[in-house]
């Protein structure tokens, strides 16, 4: 299962985030990073899915 949220974190980093934490501050941080650039957006994604 986390093999299909990181490459929803890839497509769509806000909606790999959600589907591992749900609407906390992380998903919201990830919106902020999402918004002010992509990449970082992927990357904060990808370790808030490893991480938990």
Known sequence: ?????????????????????????HFWINILLTLLG???GIIHAVWVIAKY
């Open 1 to 25: 299962m986390d093999l299909v949220r990181i490459i929803l974190a890839i497509i769509l980093p806000p909606l790999g985030v959600f589907m591992q934490v749900g609407l906390g501050k």
């Open 38 to 40: 992509y990449i970082p």
